[in-house]
């Protein structure tokens, strides 16, 4: 025989469990409308794959997972998505969430689907594949992903595996009606956990409570080595660090998990779950579900699809809501009130609990702590509720982690035994949602903190890159000024320029060596073309670097085709000059410097001559003669399909030009009005 370890503490409230096991499980049918949640497990909620309007069938997943900790969701029946919105689910604080919503058709057509007959020659990373694609979450506490907690700590060794049959709480026989019904399913599914795990050793632990549930479950465990443990029944003996230490004599330390002492617990319904899974290849839709209380004329147990709504259940055992206090999720000691009966049937919904007064009265008002003691005597978690009760009236967090306040189960059995019908429960569910909280809002800011300190070292690199390229800019400055001055001290560079000019000009009237006119447009031309060239070159790496020189070169280039032109026509004018008579050229030309010259303060002259207008007339006349060549340029670049920085720069300039042009036609546009009056 097993021997069998005690915890701290620990109630026996009445049990009252006979009302729902009358008759065996029943089927809850098909309701008009499913609301499936996308979060109905601990992690991150599923994310949607299915549209508005989209038919789908049994089975098919709706929703994937969107992490490691995350689970599918399937639709339970055949029919139309006809929303995807916020709903109301069922959750203490009654707020909306994400749902798919299904009308159902009736049809019940299911989802191509198999499974895999011969576990047993499946890898274990196989079968914990089809358990997360099934949606299998814990049926039996807070929904944590089944095969995330099968898969374990990649450093933890698994010896114990352990299958939780003891449903404490009072009302609720969901997993006793499964034993009673469908131990083999249940047998079956614990030893797919098996050889998934490779535990030393498998038990599976029922209070002495279910006599009948015990029976069937030894005769489906005979001679597979599942050893059934059968123990006395004390409430919270169903929380996991509770049955741990029963069963094994070991105590999970605070903070840790039961992988941390080689043990893996999973529930019973869990268990059918992975059997349906992994045989048939069935995903996760349905659970049963105790209904129960005065207030309902036939209580039991009901095979119901998630997402079906609670009225539709509740219907179904005739409940009588005048007679109903409240309506309770759960069991009396963890459940908690309902206040729409329209919110949907979950994975974790066990129970529906459905009270009158006498039954289960209202809460006495809440009187001072006498200090007795006796709810520390009834903490299965060896825990002071007395001192947390003080620190989360106190708001005291950093007090409260001290003394363990995340070791609290809630299960109630300190509230169930204060004399002063304190509701501690309360109070520490919600001190640990303002740590939570307090928890998230530390890590965001300090995620800012690290974003603007990462900002300033940026920037302050930036300007020590920009000051050090002015510094090197600046120091070849002095450089090249140093150097001009080291090799003539004396020299007036303006003179200087003044006597090399008449050098030159000296050298051009001997007449031997001198360069002729055609020469020198010859070279003016190539000497502008390969400026143009380099130019251009510039701007094209500008555009692709994004540089904010690009209006500046741009500038540039056009200033250099237009001299370019001007060259190119000045060679093309000596050129035609020099086809007539020499006689005719000479006398017509001259000296082709002096015409030049001429020509140059001819321009000068009639420039300053012009008016305001003139002036204006010949701006607006250049700018419209380089807005079609930079819009020319614009259409052949996205007609090449060239990259968008370059296209994107050529959009600006041409921006830019047509801007100057509006300007300068206003500009000319008020200077005829002023003149008119």
């Given amino acids: 025989?097993?021997?069998?370890?005690?915890?701290?503490?620990?109630?026996?409230?009445?049990?009252?469990?006979?009302?729902?096991?009358?008759?065996?499980?029943?089927?809850?049918?098909?309701?008009?409308?499913?609301?499936?949640?996308?979060?109905?497990?601990?992690?991150?909620?599923?994310?949607?794959?299915?549209?508005?309007?989209?038919?789908?069938?049994?089975?098919?997943?709706?929703?994937d997972a969107s992490g490691f900790v995350s689970v599918p969701q399937h639709a339970p029946s055949s029919g139309t998505v006809i929303a995807i919105e916020q709903r109301a689910i069922p959750h203490p604080s009654g707020y909306l969430a994400p749902c798919v919503v299904i009308a159902c058709d009736g049809l019940d057509e299911w989802y191509p689907h198999q499974g895999c007959a011969d576990f047993s020659a499946c890898e274990p990373a196989e079968l914990l594949g089809l358990i997360r694609e099934a949606g299998i979450a814990g049926m039996g506490g807070a929904g944590f992903p089944s095969a995330v907690k099968l898969k374990g700590k990649a450093d933890a060794t698994i010896h114990t595996l352990i299958i939780n049959g003891t449903e404490c709480e009072p009302y609720i026989t969901a997993d006793d009606a499964l034993m009673r019904e469908r131990a083999r399913d249940i047998v079956t599914g614990v030893q797919i956990l098996r050889h998934i795990v490779q535990p030393a050793e498998t038990l599976i632990g029922v209070e002495d409570n279910k006599p009948e549930g015990l029976a069937a479950l030894r005769a489906a465990a005979e001679g597979t080595g599942i050893e059934i443990v059968e123990f006395p029944t004390k409430y919270p003996s169903g929380g996991e660090k509770q049955l741990i230490e029963i069963l094994t004599g070991k105590q999970v330390p605070s903070g840790g998990l039961p992988a941390d002492i080689g043990v893996v617990c999973q529930n019973i319904g869990t268990a059918v779950a992975v059997q349906q899974a992994v045989l048939h290849g069935r995903p996760l839709i349905s659970r049963v579900t105790t209904v129960t209380g005065e207030a309902v004329a036939l209580p039991g147990n009901y095979e119901v699809l998630l997402g079906t709504p609670m009225s539709h259940l509740l219907d179904l055992a005739q409940y009588d809501a005048v007679r109903n206090n409240r309506l309770i999720m759960g069991g009396p000691m963890m459940g908690f009130t309902l206040t729409d009966v329209s919110v949907p049937i979950v994975k974790t919904t066990n129970c529906l609990l459905a009270p009158v007064e006498s039954e289960l009265p209202t809460p006495t008002p809440a009187q001072a702590c006498i200090r007795c003691g006796m709810c520390a005597e009834a903490c299965p978690a060896s825990l002071l509720p007395q001192q947390l009760f003080w620190f989360s009236q106190g708001k005291e967090f950093e007090k409260l982690e001290q003394h363990n306040l995340f070791d609290c189960i809630e299960c109630g059995a300190c509230s169930y035994a204060c004399p002063s019908n304190i509701p501690l429960v309360q109070y520490y569910r919600a001190s640990k949602a303002d740590i939570v909280q307090q928890r998230r809002d530390h890590e965001k800011s300090e995620q800012s903190r690290l974003r603007f300190e990462a900002r300033q070292e940026r920037l302050a690199r930036e300007e020590e890159e920009k000051e050090a390229k002015r510094a090197a800019r600046k120091k070849a400055a002095e450089l090249r000024a140093q150097q001009a001055t080291d090799s003539d001290d004396t020299e007036d560079p303006i003179q200087a320029a003044i006597e090399r000019a008449k050098a030159r000009k000296a050298a051009q009237q001997q007449g031997g060596n001198s360069e002729s006119e055609l020469d020198k447009l010859e070279k003016a031309v190539a000497s502008t073309r390969k400026r143009l060239d380099t130019a251009r070159a510039k701007l094209k790496q500008a555009q692709e670097e994004g540089s904010n020189l690009v209006d500046a070169l741009q500038t540039g280039v056009d200033k250099t085709q237009g001299k370019l032109e001007q060259a190119e026509q000045a060679l093309a004018d000596h050129r035609a000059a020099s086809s007539e008579p020499r006689e005719a050229a000479s006398a017509d030309s001259g000296d082709a410097a002096q015409a030049a010259i001429a020509r140059a303060r001819a321009a000068r002259v009639a420039a300053a001559d012009l008016s305001p207008q003139q002036k204006l007339h010949q701006q607006i006349d250049s700018l419209r003669q380089r807005l079609n060549k930079s819009s020319q340029r614009l259409a052949d670049s996205r007609s090449a399909g060239e990259e968008a920085k370059i296209v994107d720069a050529l959009e600006a300039t041409e921006q830019r030009l047509q801007e100057k042009l509006a300007a300068a036609e206003h500009e000319l546009a008020e200077l005829n009005a002023t003149e008119s009056s």
């Fill in 1 to 63: 025989m097993r021997k069998i370890f005690d915890f701290h503490g620990g109630i026996h409230p009445p049990e009252n469990k006979h009302q729902s096991l009358g008759e065996p499980i029943r089927s809850a049918g098909i309701p008009a409308q499913l609301t499936v949640p996308l979060s109905q497990h601990i992690g991150a909620p599923s994310v949607p794959v299915v549209e508005i309007g989209q038919r789908v069938l049994k089975g098919q997943v709706i929703a």
